[in-house]
């Protein structure tokens, strides 16, 4: 028999990872407050329908209704073997028609066989049909007094309203990789199945928070390995590789500012068979969790293994908030890239270049992260680069180039040029909220401060008008990128274009035939602010 068969819980105290269900249930039970209808949703492997088989027992026990049945009298063993009359499991997704709710209609009528309650356990109950859920919602709206429901689902949102709002609804969480480890070793250790710490936390990664699925790859692990203690590599024999590892080392690398490593260990993993999108939602969590580590280190003791939690702390202490922030940003709109058609690794390596030459970027963003940065560190008294996006200097690499002297921007009042700086990062928020400003705002320039208010000069009366309708997202987006709420005005450009020109009629090169507005002048003008210190 499988693992997670011969390891189903047979009570609410073998149930790992849901306490507060737990809790409810034996609470409701304890004070005969039973309902007619529950719903357990959650993601798979997380102990919804072990439950829904516990909560039978402990309403059809001898001793019962109990939260802690016995297993061994009469109706508990019948349960458990799977032959009691009066508890029928249904799965909904290969009975899930009308006829199919008709006929559990019409003999949920009788009373129960040889037992105190007739239990429905509805497997997979958004499978469902419309005429399906329809006839059985009849059933509860009138239930009759012997019958109990509980439907099982991963997705109740497909439910009908009229159904959800009759069932008491019961949310089973991802299991916490620290549980599933510890659960994990005790089977291994009572199952003879030798496997060290490291492969425990690999198995549990991959499991994505459902029990069933770990202990699945335990036992295929330990049919693989032959006997011998199961790690890592026997896992990527078995399995393939996740791509976890190679995640922290495109991460490593690009918090080191080493492009050729980055590019090259993409290299590799491509030549070995692993999927780029896999590879980028694996970086993207890898980023996630050295900002977590941040802002609050107590919530990554959940999404990771002990050790993992204790080194993405150590990782993050040296990484400024504003590189993590920019970092999820550029590889989320890689991936959204990927999906809609582009070149999966082509996007990847785009997007680690975009942040490990930060220094070379020529674009407002490029300059609004280093500006950022170099807030940040100045606000904490850290030297600081203004061309890096690392904490580990390159000076400490053989052959890298030395960093300009430590320079440092105020926070200080809001000028416009502040504002131009950041207007890349507030049009990349407001267009993943809202793709079809994406062309309006792309011919938008920012062409005026006044106080609290700024005033966007759009390319023609179209854009304006669509950009006027949203105007809303931009204010949130300003508030959020630049931390003070600020009024957005929108006209439309009508001056006479002339060759070097913005829209709005604003010049776009000084005497020198510098551009007033770009990268280079804003950082410029970032260092003559730094100087009047």
Known sequence: MSLYRTWRPLSFADLVGQDAVVRTLSAAIEGGKLAHAYLFSGPRGSGKTSAAKILARCINCANGPTATPDNTCENCRAMIAGTALDVLEIDAASNRGIDEIRALRDAVKFAPAAMRMK?????????????????????????????????????????????????????????????????????????????????????????????????????????????????????????????RDVAQDVLNATLDRDAPAALATIETASDAGTDMQVLMRSLIAAFRNLLVARVDPDLLARDLAPEDAVRAQTRAKGVPQAVLVRALRVLTDAMSLARSGGNPRLELETALLRLILTGEDPTLDGVAARVALLEERWQTGAPAAPTGVAATSTAARPGAPVDPPPVAVPAGRLSLQKVRAAWQSIRSKVESEYHPLRGPLSGATVAELNGDSIVLVARNSVDAAIVRERVGLIEAAAADVLGTTLKVALRADTAPRAKGSAPGGVASVTADGSDPDGPDALFNYASERIRER
């Open 119 to 243: 239990v429905y356990i509805v497997d997979e109950a958004h499978m469902l049909t419309k005429e399906g859920a329809n006839a059985f919602l009849k059933t509860l709206e009138e239930p009759p007094a012997h019958a109990v429901f509980i439907l099982a689902t991963t997705e109740p949102e497909k439910l009908p309203l009229t159904i959800l709002s009759r069932c008491q609804r019961y949310a089973f969480r991802r299991i916490a990789i620290p549980v599933m480890i510890d659960k994990m070793k005790a089977i291994a250790s009572a199952e003879g199945i030798a496997i060290d710490e490291a492969a425990l936390a690999a198995i549990a990664y991959r499991a994505d928070g459902g029990l069933r699925d770990a202990l699945t790859m335990l036992e295929q692990a330990a049919a693989f390995s032959g006997g011998e203690t199961i790690g890592g590599p026997t896992l990527d024999l078995a399995f393939g590789a996740t791509g």
